[in-house]
């Protein structure tokens, strides 16, 4: 920590930011030490210390946000970015205590070029907040994350963020044109939207996905697309996993791009089929959809069914699809049952947990990747616990595809301890993704959770993304202790 | 109610992944993460939790650190809207804030307004012996001298004391219809504000006093513009033992009735363009109590058709509208405790009729008249706000 009083912190920021935007209040020291991962919440439950930041504050302008961190770096004092708190990988917990820059009143949509169709918006905006305009004045951003109600704009860049029409729309990293970066140091730096160029590497993508740790984002200039003329949904059932794959890759890769694609495993289209509609089914589900000109809409999805329908697929029809559009987020709502994995307490107050590997695969590794994960978790864990785990396809690539594998662990006994199971389930987990060409993550980003894994992802890479972190925040206070680059 | 009663939603509420976060009001304006919805109930929770596993210091002390917290919300339920689980985060919030009440925490001005309600029988703190001074006597003293008519109207605190001509309008309304109305004397604040704040126990007190004014008069139907006094007479009233005579109707209600019978004319035509703004109370209710009563008795539609039924009126759809309005910060408790954040609630509802391209707010409370029209002379803008039965009266 710094050198300076708390007192001086305070007057400071004050003369930065103006008064009203430094908070320092206990209740919001303790908000800001939650995210959508359940440990310091737990651990505030249990009335165990939990990591806080020293100071709250609400920057306006790039300007405020360049002298935070400027000071920051003069003083030595950590800065962790806080968007709208929703990571699941602990990403902006203020480990370290400091600064916590919370970006929530950036929130201007700058503008909206509707010829060029971009759309330059501050960090703090959220993204339903983001779309709705857009979708008021005709457009979209095409970016429709499940964290859609609780993510911020820079919050998702931040994380390398995929939404449920990534698979036509593309990730967030595919979206971003241009940003303006407040840097370790406080510089400003500022990359021209331009939709493509030859000038040296692109520094767009050096901070996207950077978790906070290579500076802090106050900008961005992004693709946005006319609302589609027409949204078309359908739903198909495959007589296994294997045809429904083979179907969507084929679909995929003759260049029918789908926007949703969502391929469930044998157990999840069961119990789909029973919970949502009632029915006995087998068989692995597809839901798809594209968006477009009604011409160009009919003639995909016309050349998408017969390569459905070489493979066995019956076609289930529109509103299957449709339905689950309009309930997208359903799942994602807690319920008397569902609690419970919300509540994986420590301690053994609580007999449940949950989370989700995301990992992107080549398509020839893919199937094997996923049955060994669903083999090593049953084996490790089934056993002692009640334990499940299963899995869907929803984001497809040319070369590959990403599969989401939730897990679930109940009856565990009263003396466990969680942290320690927990952590025990990722690290069983991940590596198989690794080990089958895959990545560590796909879109929640690696946060605190994931970051150890990170060094075995590429070769040498991590250490390069060490030397830059070195270099440009030598004094490591930008989030540190995030992407496994090493604590305070 | 208190958060014992609220356990389950509570915890449900607190464990959830955000996902009313970006659409809560308050919080989308005010921005500090104690305002988010999760953080309210987290913090609740935390009180039940400690409330079960008492350690060495008393749940009471979190109920302290969560009376400011639980006081950033409009209460306007845009939450229960958007939740899957239709979760009522309101009663929740309802629920901490008669816990902070009763354990003496709370802030000066829910403790104000408790000083004001119990001196002055409404929530403003107006003198009560002048509550319909500011009302044209000549229309008031026709609807006070009239015995054993089966109407009443409700006037309602913000309309008595800061939005007469609502009631003007009303009267000639009824008038021009030949229904002869009566008044409640005796009137009082209906209570719900207090209730909303925690204060139950002045809220009872209200309730009470107005159950029995309104039964002592006989009425058929009693005619509410208020919304809070409407969703209060309907539902509050029986839930807490009050129950109320005369059947309880909306003035848009009536309004519609009226012309529907053709016993309402309307004659000369405005030339406006007007979008309707949802007030909460009619347009995404929530019972006191089960939440799975909720959006049952929203009224949408009256408004609407009474508005479409003037005669050059025309009338342009908010982008958010019906349960999914977005609520405008005329709520008093954050008036008082967060006038800046109401602004900007307020404001996100102007610029939607801006987009609308409407040059005026048509509203069915006085409560959002009174402040969207200053959230208006605040931002220097060139909108009029004017109540259903305003417009109405414009034409007879």
């Known amino acids: 920590m710094s050198r300076i009083s708390q007192s001086l912190l305070y007057e400071e920021l004050r003369s930065i930011v103006g008064e009203e935007n430094v908070v320092e209040s206990e209740q919001e020291q303790v908000a800001h030490s939650m995210n959508c991962n359940w440990y310091t919440r737990q651990l505030w439950m249990d009335d165990e210390a939990i990591p806080v930041p020293a100071v709250g504050v609400y920057p306006h302008t790039t300007e405020h946000v360049s002298q935070i961190v400027a000071f920051a770096h003069r003083e030595g004092i950590p800065v962790t970015p806080f968007g709208m708190g929703s990571s699941g990988m602990g990403g902006n917990v203020p480990e370290y205590g400091g600064i916590l820059v919370d970006l929530k009143r950036m929130k201007d949509i700058v503008d909206v070029n509707e010829e060029s169709l971009t759309a330059t918006v501050q960090p703090g905006i959220g993204n339903w907040e983001y779309e709705d305009y857009l979708n008021e004045r005709g457009f979209t951003s095409g970016h429709l994350p499940a964290s859609h109600y609780s993510a911020t704009v820079g919050g998702m860049l931040a994380l390398r963020s995929a939404g449920r029409l990534s698979t036509a729309y593309g990730k967030i990293e595919d979206m971003i044109l241009g940003m303006e970066v407040v840097l370790p140091t406080g510089e400003v730096v500022k990359t021209k939207p331009v939709p493509a160029h030859a000038a040296g590497p692109d520094l767009d993508q050096l901070f996207v996905g950077s978790e906070g740790a290579f500076g802090i984002i106050t900008e961005a200039t992004l693709k946005i697309h006319h609302f589609p003329d027409e949204r078309r949904f359908r739903a198909i059932l495959f007589p296994d996993f294997e045809s429904g794959y083979t179907a969507m890759r084929k679909i995929v890769q003759k260049g029918l791009t789908p926007a949703l694609a969502r391929l469930y495993n044998e157990e999840e289209t069961a119990r789909t089929f029973k919970e949502t509609w009632g029915v006995e089914k087998e068989g692995a589900y597809v839901i798809l959809s594209w968006d477009g000109p009604e011409p160009v809409v009919d003639a995909k999805e016309r050349s998408a069914l017969e390569i459905c329908t070489a493979e066995g697929g019956e076609d289930m029809g529109a509103d299957r699809g449709r339905e689950w559009w309009e309930n997208k987020y359903a799942d994602y709502y807690p319920n008397e049952d569902s609690v419970q994995n919300y509540q994986a307490l420590r301690g053994g107050h609580s007999d449940g947990m949950a989370g989700t590997v995301t990992t992107s695969v080549p398509y020839d590794k893919a199937e094997e990747a996923y049955q060994a994960m669903e083999t090593a978790f049953e084996e490790k864990f089934g056993d002692e616990y009640t334990a499940w785990i299963h899995a869907h396809f929803s984001h497809w690539y040319n070369s590959g595809t990403m599969f989401y594998s939730r897990w679930h662990i109940r009856d565990i006994p009263a003396d466990t301890d969680m942290l320690k199971l927990y952590n025990e389930v990722w690290s069983t987990l991940v590596p198989i993704s690794l080990e089958y060409d895959g990545v560590v993550d796909h879109h929640h980003g690696t946060g605190r959770l994931l970051g150890r894994f990170l060094r075995k992802q590429d070769e040498g890479s991590h250490d390069v993304l060490a030397n830059i972190k070195e270099s440009i925040d030598p004094k490591n206070i930008m989030n540190p202790g995030v992407m496994g680059l090493g604590g305070h | ?396």
């Open chain 2, 1 to 396: 109610m208190h958060i014992d009663e609220r356990a389950d939603e509570i915890k449900i509420c607190a464990y959830c992944p955000l996902m009313c976060k970006n659409v809560d009001a308050f919080h989308r304006h005010d921005g500090t993460e104690t305002s988010a919805p999760h953080i309210r109930n987290m913090m609740l929770q935390k009180i039940l939790q400690e409330k079960e596993n008492p350690k060495d210091h008393p749940p009471e002390t979190h109920l302290e650190e969560a009376a400011e917290v639980l006081y950033k919300t409009t209460l306007g339920g845009e939450s229960t809207a958007w939740c899957g689980e239709s979760m009522d985060i309101r009663a929740n919030m309802i629920a901490g804030r008669t816990d902070v009440v009763e354990h003496g925490y709370a802030p000066p001005a829910v403790e104000d307004v408790r000083h004001r309600s119990q001196r002055e029988h409404n929530a403003y703190g107006e003198p009560h012996n002048q509550r319909f001074a500011n009302i044209d006597s000549t229309v008031l003293n026709r609807f006070q001298d009239r015995t054993a008519p089966s109407v009443g109207l409700w006037i309602g605190c913000t309309t008595a004391y800061y939005e007469p001509e609502i009631f003007e309008s009303l009267a000639a309304i009824l008038d021009a219809s030949d229904v002869a109305a009566g008044i409640v004397e005796e009137e009082r604040c209906c209570g719900l504000p207090q209730y909303k704040l925690g204060l139950r126990d002045t809220a009872l007190d209200l309730m009470e006093h107005n159950a029995n004014a309104i039964n002592n008069r006989g009425f058929e139907t009693l005619v509410v513009d208020c919304p809070e006094c409407y969703r209060a007479l309907n539902d509050y009233y029986p839930h807490f033992g009050h129950d109320i005579s005369p059947e309880i109707v909306h003035s848009s209600q009536f309004i519609q009735t009226l012309l529907e019978e053709g016993t309402l004319e309307l004659n000369s035509t405005v030339s406006e363009t007007v979008s309707y703004h949802d007030p909460y109370e009619l347009s995404r209710h929530t019972a006191p109590i089960d939440r799975n009563e909720y959006d049952t008795s929203d009224i949408h539609e009256p408004p609407r058709e009474v508005l479409d039924s003037i005669p050059g009126l025309h009338r342009e759809e908010l982008r958010h509208n019906r349960n999914k309005a977005f609520s405008c910060g005329g709520d008093i408790g954050v008036r008082k405790m967060h006038p800046d954040v109401a602004q900007k609630v307020g404001q996100t509802v102007l610029d939607e009729v801006v987009t609308a391209g409407a040059d005026t707010v048509a509203v069915a409370s006085p409560e959002c008249k009174r402040h969207l029209s200053e959230t208006i002379t605040e931002n220097d803008l060139n909108l009029e706000v004017a109540s259903i039965p305003e417009l109405v009266a414009r034409t007879l």
